[in-house]
Structures are given as structure tokens and as C-alpha cells.
């Protein structure tokens, strides 16, 4: 298995619902992005691990959005409290080195959708 | 702040006719500039680069000159297939500038008739 692999690959949650994405990045690759993608937009950055490391976190939207990637491979995003806004494909990337030395890999999304 | 600029799509051609999808680009620093391609049902996927001004990506037929003076990095192919269709997402990311975290354009969709 090669590429970068999320799951579910669609979810929906009633409004107030807490839900966790998961992302298997590729194995060794150290750097690791969250994406949010609107319906007809680009991919707006949420946050981005090096390893274990959150060194970025400027891009998630509220204090109900939480990343962790406890042992530098696995990450989750968990959306707590979930809002129609929240409804979106969440996209996770990942990369072998600095991001100027190795290009993105990006999984196929989650697709959230609150009701 | 940095921000990617692309042409609003889709983009309708005939097999065998020319691609231009424009691109431009607003950078605090000195950026290195994408083009990714998302076909039907699958993840992003890198499709060319540049770093440095007046370097030229190519890949697949597809290429693209990173143009300083215009901040541009408009995305050409002589001659589209069916399976070229697909949207193109520019991007650059702007280490010397602090923030190397991928800025991404809204997308443009390209769709290509037999």
C-alpha cells in the first residue's frame, strides 16, 4: 500500500456530533498537512505536523477543531460539536522531508457531511 | 500574505486543441510553484514544478514557466486528450518568505469531448 489512505471516505453526523478522521500517512514520510475543501474551492490548510510535532496550527477554524499525531505516523482531526458549516472534504497530505525538498502526497478525503 | 489566483473553469475543449490555464500568484518571498491534478475520484496529485524563475516544469505534455515579472505560472499543453480532464490546482509555497506551508488557487475544472 503505497499511498496515503483516510478513512471513512464519507461521513455523516447530526449537528452537535463529534466525529474523528483518520489519516495512514505514507510510511516515513515526516511532514504532514490537514487540508479543509469547500464545495468548488481549494484545499484551505487546517494544520501540519513535523513528526510528532504540531508546528503549525494557525489555519483551524475554531477551538472545536483538534489535530494529534501522537507517534509521528497515524494523525486524527476531531471535530467536536459539529456545525452545517463543518460540512466539507478534509484532506490530509503528507511528504518525505521539508516540503521544498519532497512534493505533497495527498489521500483521496473525507467527506463530511453535517445534517 | 501569499495567495494563488486561477481562472474561474471549467474549461471546455476539443480533443487536440490547445491548453492555457492561467495562474497568478501573490508571495511575501521567493515562492516555489506548482500544478496539481485531481481526476475523478482521486487525491490531489503533483503534476509539475518550478523553483526558481524562468525555470520551466514539465510532465505529461503539460508545462509551465515560473514568470517573476508577471508573478505567473500558467499551465499549457499543445494538445489535450479525454483523459486530461480533470482540475488543476495551483500552488506555491513560499520558504524564504517564512511560510512554507502550500497555498492552494480555487481549482480550475478542464473537461476535454472526444
Known sequence: ?115 | GNSVTQMEGPVTLSEEAFLTINCTYTATGYPSLFWYVQYPGEGLQLLLKATKADDKGSNKGFEATYRKETTSFHLEKGSVQVSDSAVYFCALSDTSGGSYIPTFGRGTSLIVHP
Do not use: M
Not at chain 1, 496550527?57 to 507517534?71: C, I, N, Q, T, V
Not at chain 1, 452545517?84 to 473525507?110: I, K, M, W
Open chain 1, 1 to 115: 500500500g503505497a499511498g496515503v489512505s483516510q478513512s471513512p471516505r464519507y461521513k455523516v453526523a447530526k449537528r452537535g456530533q463529534d466525529v474523528a478522521l483518520r489519516c495512514d500517512p505514507i510510511s516515513g514520510h515526516v511532514s504532514l498537512f490537514w487540508y479543509q475543501q469547500a464545495l468548488g474551492q481549494g484545499p484551505e490548510f487546517l494544520t501540519y505536523f513535523q513528526n510528532e510535532a504540531q508546528l503549525d496550527k494557525s489555519g483551524l477554524p475554531s477551538d472545536r477543531f483538534f489535530a494529534e499525531r501522537p507517534e509521528g505516523s497515524v494523525s486524527t482531526l476531531k471535530i467536536q460539536r459539529t456545525q452545517q458549516e463543518d460540512s466539507a472534504v478534509y484532506l490530509c497530505a503528507s511528504s518525505l522531508r521539508r516540503l521544498e525538498e519532497s512534493p505533497l502526497h495527498f489521500g483521496n478525503g473525507t467527506r463530511l457531511t453535517v445534517t
